[in-house]
């Protein structure tokens, strides 16, 4: 090789190495230690990779428990991956690096930057001082990305245990798998009505909590929860779902709390659905696109109207179109500006489903203060505002097939909650049928009357 493709080799390698150092650095700067959603090209490459390993290996399986076993791997080997990824990207940049300013051959110098990151030690050149002050950086480098991950992985778990919580909670309380309608139904059954708003009302920082998390740290919305029948994401349309109803057919429980759980609901729900199941722009993975954004002209934005959770009192009305339109921007910043044709808020839910649902509360002894029509076409408004973009994450994770969740890519049965209706109307027959034994003598531990 002569000198002048000599000087080229090496001067495109150490520029390739820098920008892979550059690249490393800020996917690890933006996953691990800036507490905002800053997306990478790498994190993202190795989470979308292995989530779609996991997809793969899960469509052998023909049931969902099944699928949902090969799934709950994809989480703790996002974090593997990550880890594993960084420090082989670290490996290659300082080796190209060293290539670029010493007279090593590249896997030398590959061999030399892996000796060094990994504190091993075997491998040196004496023959540059520019290449020994590398191999100190890239000795630095490797204990610190470690050190981070050490650091990274109580916070996530935590994470995870605080949302998994009420979650477990709500297995007792709407069922297993959750479903809406079925906690109304168990709440009234256990005279415990005038506790529904504060119980629907708990689910609102629940949900602002999740949005922050979930955008902070992507992995988490991959690690499962610790049964099949249960999904963080059904909780949250269940809660959302015996909101609107309550709402809808109830005139006199309060219903702030409800609304409050609705507007959160809603908006943590549309800011998932944007960063895990919309098409995303070109712009996304673009370094610092907040710096310039601004001046590129985009589409129409979302519309307000699209996001507002229906309310029959103006006022109410007035300040739930306040935070739609606040939450429309908050889009808009994140460059997606409106839904398209196929991206439809509106609600699927049939009348049949609906009917089915208030015979289940009319059993419970629900009081049922509104008129049905009034409350069908209320409940689908509200509905309208979550349903879409909440079917489109459940889809795309896979979950629990809940009544009310929609379809999966895989078809799936519905998993019903055993309905507490149900078991009600077996005791009773049950007793109805059992012999009188009013007559018998009692027990003897049994006190006389």
Known sequence: MNLTAELTSRGAGFAFGLLLFTMTSLSLLRTVVVPRNLRSLITDLVINGVVGASRLIAKVSRTYMGRDAALAWAG??????????????????????????????????????GSSLLTLGFAYDNGSSNATLLDFFAAITGPVVIALMIGYLPALYQTFIDREVPVTLMATDAGEPAWGPELLSRISLAKSLPDLPMHLGKWAPWAAKLRMTHITYPMLMYVRSGRGTRHFLVSLLSAMDASALMIALNASLPRTPAYVTLLHGSESVQTLYVFFAANKSRLYYVPFRSLWARKVTSGSQVRPEQLKVPARDAAIAAVHEAAATDTSNALAETRFNRFTSAETMTSTLTRTEFDYAVDILRRSDFPLEVEIEDAWEMFRRIRATYEFPMYALLRRLDATPAPWTGPRNTPTPVMWPTLATDVLAQNKAANAKSPDVSSDPPAPDAPNP
């Open 76 to 113: 703790p080997l996002i974090i593997i991956a990550l880890l594993i990824t960084w420090l082989m990207c670290y490996i290659f940049a300082y080796g190209f690096l060293i290539y670029g300013i010493s007279g090593q051959p590249l896997g030398a110098s590959i061999v030399q930057s």
